[in-house]
């Protein structure tokens, strides 16, 4: 399969809604066994991103190829070895557990004999073998998606796409969820996902991009994103007073740079211990002190702002 | 994992669909079932012997029972399919987004609609089937060209499907889907000589029964269960019966397209 061609190649991608542009002209490439993360804020595009590389969407305008073929004009062709895990689950609520698959798988044109045995396999894979005869409609929403993951892997995908794979799962069902993604990666299946979870980035992304009003503002692995856009270590202060700006402008010399929020001040420096002893120096007293390493949501924030948008 | 050769893509895909809702279907056949033959039992037995008791000396020479069969059979087909292409369309869109996960795999739209379609047909088959036993045994069939109203059941099914499915896939909230079974089912069964003649209505409204339609599969229907010659050209009622399954296959492709294609 790797013949060093990219999986996934786009080149000014642009989807527009009527007025709106979701997707402002963006390049990516996509490699074989590599799992690539699109983060960003809702809104961000990379919901439309991921619509038109599932060949569901065609693009507004831009050069796009999946598996080396055109997605407008090579939908099915594509789409047949290609994984989808929605945003939403869409499963048959109606059907059961193993009915969802081996319907799907069918789509696919496997035979019959296969897409049982596939099934069977699939879900001893996302631990429900034991739920394979019960219908989905009771199933917990972890369960949901497992499942859904599942029915994504039926045709034995050369990409999957995973839209916000763990979005609404409680802390065990998303860690469930991500070992079985790690999983996928550790067999080499090219793994292509959104998410506005820091840490589900960090845990599966070999290399991401972070998206925001439908361009890339940045692209690299989360470790070379976070030296690059922020310092090794944060300091976090927080202070008695009513107002911690007051006690910023004399923090200003201390960190490469400082940021103010309502609760605390956050100093990014490269040596968070020493930032510590420097604040004592001045004579400054924070009723709370905090030094922890860099991680991606600083880089996040700092890149797409921390205004709140839905 | 068992290692999959790639398949080659299903010939006919829309039959992949079609087993799809099969498969669902398998769940719940037998209540559709006990209904599709005590349905046709009830009207025959409460129209044809307990309305026709009134009725004497029948209509144009047969009794009422004889008469209104054809009429039921083709308005019980036109009552399936609408009702498999309401709710369960609009289900598929808007609540469960079947289409949407169905639109992820190599399918294309027209074998979505196609596939869904040919359920909708599977189910008026086998509910016409149904009434034609049922009310064979009763000894409501005057003449064995009744079979005949199976393909015509299954022409009529296409002609309101069709243009159904395009209605339930481009409302936005399901109380329009009552609507339609108010403003348009229930007249046109009401109407569309189905009870009594179109003759009976005045003139003007005489139209509104041609242009429905039920009225042109009731036409075809009652002939054949009487083994007489229908009121209108077979070829006129057939072809006319087709351009509503054309049209609708047409524009129900098309707002498919426009919900699962964005």
């Known amino acids: 399969m790797n013949t060093g061609r990219p999986l996934i190649q786009a080149r000014g991608l642009v989807k527009r809604f009527g007025d709106f542009t979701a997707v402002d002209g963006i390049d990516v490439e996509v490699s074989a066994g590599e799992a690539f993360g699109f983060l960003g804020p809702n809104g961000a595009g990379k919901s439309s991103t991921m619509r038109m590389v599932g060949c569901t969407s065609p693009p507004s305008g831009g050069k796009l190829r999946i598996l080396g073929m055109d997605p407008v004009r090579d939908g099915p062709a594509i789409r047949a070895r290609l994984g989808v895990c929605p945003q939403l689950d869409n499963l048959d609520p109606e059907l059961t557990v193993r009915e969802n698959l081996t319907t799907y798988a069918r789509y696919f044109g496997i035979p019959r004999r296969v897409a049982r045995a596939r099934a069977t396999e699939l879900l001893d894979f996302v631990q429900l073998s034991d739920r394979a005869d019960s219908k989905v409609e009771p199933l917990s929403g972890g369960m949901k998606r497992r499942l859904t993951i599942a029915r994504a892997l039926v045709n034995e995908p050369d990409i999957v796409l995973l839209d916000e794979p763990t979005t609404g799962l409680d802390p065990q069902a998303r860690h469930l969820v991500w070992e079985r993604l790690f999983r996928l990666k550790q067999q080499g299946v090219t793994l292509v996902l959104t998410t506005h979870y820091m840490d589900e980035a960090e845990q599966l992304c070999d290399r991401l991009v972070v998206m925001d009003g439908g361009r890339i503002v940045a692209e690299g692995s989360p470790r070379a994103l976070i030296e690059r ?82 | 994992m068992t290692q999959l050769t790639r398949p080659a893509l299903p010939r006919v895909p829309a039959l992949r669909v079609l087993e799809y809702h099969l498969v669902g279907y398998r769940r719940t056949w037998r209540a559709g079932a006990f209904s599709s033959f005590l349905l046709p039992t009830l009207t025959v037995l409460g129209f044809g012997l307990g309305v026709g008791a009134y009725i004497d000396g029948g209509v144009g020479g047969v009794s009422y029972l004889q ?131 179109v003759e009976s209505l005045p003139l003007g409204l005489r139209w509104l029964a041609y242009v429905t339609p039920l009225w042109h599969a009731v036409d075809l229907c009652r002939a054949a269960v009487l083994g007489v010659a229908p009121a209108w050209s077979v070829a006129g009622h057939l072809c006319y019966l087709a351009a509503w399954a054309a049209g609708g296959w047409l524009l129900a492709r098309r707002v498919f397209a426009r919900r699962l294609v964005v």
């Open chain 2, 67 to 197: 008469w209104i069969v054809g009429g039921l059979l083709a308005s019980t087909a036109l009552q399936v399919a609408i009702a498999e292409s309401t709710w369960p369309v609009f289900g598929n869109l808007q609540w469960q987004k079947i289409y949407f996960g169905q639109r992820s795999s190599p399918l294309r739209v027209g074998d979505i609609v196609a596939g869904h379609l040919a359920f909708v047909l599977f189910r008026v088959l086998t509910a016409v089937i149904a009434f034609l036993l049922v009310t064979g045994v009763l000894g409501a069939l005057r003449s064995p060209w009744a079979v005949l109203t199976v393909p015509v059941a299954a022409l009529l099914a296409l002609a309101v499907a069709a243009p159904t499915f395009a209605y339930a896939a481009s409302v936005d909230s399901d109380s329009w889907l009552a609507m339609l079974f108010r403003f348009a089912v229930i007249p046109m069964t009401l109407f569309a000589g189905v009870f009594f003649p």
């Open chain 1, 229 to 310: 856009h922020a310092t090794r270590e944060v300091v976090e202060l927080r202070f008695a007073a009513e107002s911690q700006e007051a006690f910023a402008g004399k923090l200003d010399a201390l960190g490469e740079r400082v940021e103010v929020l309502p609760d605390r001040i956050l100093v990014y420096v490269p040596d968070g211990d020493a930032t510590v002893a420097e604040v004592a120096a001045l004579g400054l007293h924070p009723t709370n002190v905090l030094v922890r390493r860099s991680s991606l949501e600083d880089v996040f924030l700092h890149l797409t702002g921390r205004t709140l948008v839905d």
